[in-house]
């Protein structure tokens, strides 16, 4: 047993905030700006008295479970009645996060997002089989000069629709195969839902991409651009 000074006491290392916490990722799709909306966002939060903390890919929201659905139906319903949005919510009531462990710093958006014919997810060899459109944002349209037809491109993207993640998996969620680490698997289910596909540029028509090789589905927002 260890006396009071040298004994860890929660309470005097963080501060645990009370209540439901919801991490919230939103992307509206096919807007030319961003920013507007996702910051419209952040304002009703706050409206609802929730204590707001935006992060990397997401922000996290915390308050009481009323104010937090109440909050997050509010701008869903704002935002989707400007055009076509995804938000993406995860709640906890069990592991209330330590505000002092909040990240900060490193800020991520998406420059533009993924078209093609699979609405819904699929096998990723078949997606890759296909053509897909890479439609970048016009403020970062800029940034494609240099590109080529017949280049190799490093497409990154987020698994913006993943729910958790283990860090041992089945590969491809088969229970015949032995599980493995997440990190040696192309799993969408990892501590930071990231994908990267290396991909060959097809065309290049203005701020769209044409692609052959890339395993994302419709909607899914695009990180960054890289050569192979």
């Known amino acids: ?38 910051n419209d966002a952040l304002e009703i939060f706050r409206g609802h008295g929730l204590e707001v903390t935006p992060g990397s890919m997401s922000s996290m929201v915390q308050g009481s479970s009323v104010n937090v659905f109440e909050a997050l139906k509010h701008a869903f319903e704002r935002e989707a009645g400007s055009g076509e949005v995804v938000m993406v919510v995860t ?19 998406s420059i533009g997002h993924v078209e093609n014919e699979f609405k819904q997810p699929a096998d990723p060899d078949t997606i890759r089989a296909s053509a897909s459109r890479v439609v970048i944002e016009p403020e970062s349209s800029g940034g494609l000069q240099g590109l080529s037809p017949g280049d190799r491109v490093w497409i990154v993207f987020q698994f ?14 088969d229970q015949s195969r032995p599980q493995r680490g997440v990190f040696s698997l192309r799993s969408p289910r990892r501590p930071n839902p990231i994908g990267m596909t290396e991909v060959e540029l097809q065309g290049i028509q203005d701020n769209i991409l044409i692609v052959h090789g890339l395993d994302a589905f419709d909607g899914t927002p695009v990180i960054d651009l890289k050569p192979a």
């Open 1 to 38: 047993m260890g006396t009071r000074e040298n004994r860890a006491e929660p309470e005097e290392i963080l501060e645990f905030v009370p209540g439901v916490a919801a991490q919230v990722s939103l992307y509206p799709l096919r807007q030319p700006d961003l920013a507007p909306t996702i």
């Open 160 to 173: 913006h629709l993943a729910k958790g993640y283990e860090l041992l998996q089945h590969p491809r969620g």
């Open 91 to 109: 709640f906890s009531n069990a592991c209330p996060v330590p505000a002092s462990t909040m990240p900060a710093g490193l800020i991520i958006r």
